[in-house]
């Protein structure tokens, strides 16, 4: 079987390899780089192309330049977003702007998750989130007009506690929700209000919420981008079973 060739300009292949090194640690935090001929020599490269490299992983904060000391790895490592259907607003820690609330029809992908019928429509709930004050994440969050309509879900305001309670104080309490997570470059609004450098791909989580019975109650679309965050699920163990 024939196998592509890696047709990336060089600098990109450079940054490519140290980059993987800083997620994995093999770079830690704080550790400095060799100097720009030490790594041109390493790479077999000229110094240009490793000034690019080190350029683009500047631009993407994996790296900082100290002047008169050299180039360093970030102090901060990957920042975790824990996969939870809603994070509670708090001093030096997440918050929420509200950026639209509509009715819509929505894309094909949530009206099939909440069992829609075609050309009908539902609330619309668009938001950035917030850490420390800088954005991590856009949502699209829809809701089912027989639930949402008339409930805070469907006002301009946010909403203490969030839609988890809301929804649970309807009766349709939170029971499972699911997501599917996919990789790819982002449009330009998501560039824009998230402050993405250029060439830097988003995560995709595709998520559904379902009550009792199974019922979806929420489906949403959430965005981040993915140089600087990664996404942490947990469950709890599960028991072992003899042959």
């Keep these: 079987m024939a196998r592509r060739v890696d047709s990336r300009p060089r600098h990109q292949q450079v940054a490519a390899d140290l980059r993987a090194q800083i997620m994995s640690g093999v770079l830690p935090a704080g550790a400095q780089l060799p100097s720009t001929p030490q790594l041109a020599e390493q790479y077999g490269c000229a110094p240009a192309t490793i000034q690019g490299a080190m350029k683009l992983l500047k631009e993407e904060r994996f790296l900082e330049g100290q002047p008169g000391r050299g180039v360093f790895v970030r102090q901060r490592q990957p920042f975790t977003v824990t996969a939870t259907a809603y994070k509670t607003p708090a001093p030096g820690g997440y918050s929420y702007d509200l950026l639209h609330v509509n009715e819509v029809e929505p894309p094909v992908d949530i009206a099939q998750a909440l069992d829609l019928d075609e050309g009908e429509q539902c ?3 668009h938001r950035v989130l917030l850490h420390d004050g800088d954005p991590i994440e856009l949502s699209w969050s829809y ?17 203490k506690g969030g839609a988890p309670k809301v929804l649970a104080d ?19 609004e998501e560039v824009v209000m998230l402050d993405l450098p250029a060439d830097v791909p988003v995560i995709r989580q595709f998520r ?6 199974g019922r979806p109650v929420e489906a949403s679309v959430l965005i981040k981008g993915g140089h600087l965050f990664e996404v942490l699920y947990q469950q709890p163990a599960q028991p072992e079973t003899g042959d």
């Design 170 to 188: 309807l009766g349709f309490p939170q029971r499972t929700f699911e997501d599917r997570v996919s990789v790819r470059q982002p449009r330009t």
């Design 208 to 213: 559904v919420i379902r009550s009792d019975d």
């Design 123 to 125: 609330v619309e709930r």
């Design 143 to 159: 809701y089912p007009l027989d639930i949402a309509s008339g409930s805070p879900l469907a006002r301009r305001a946010k909403i």
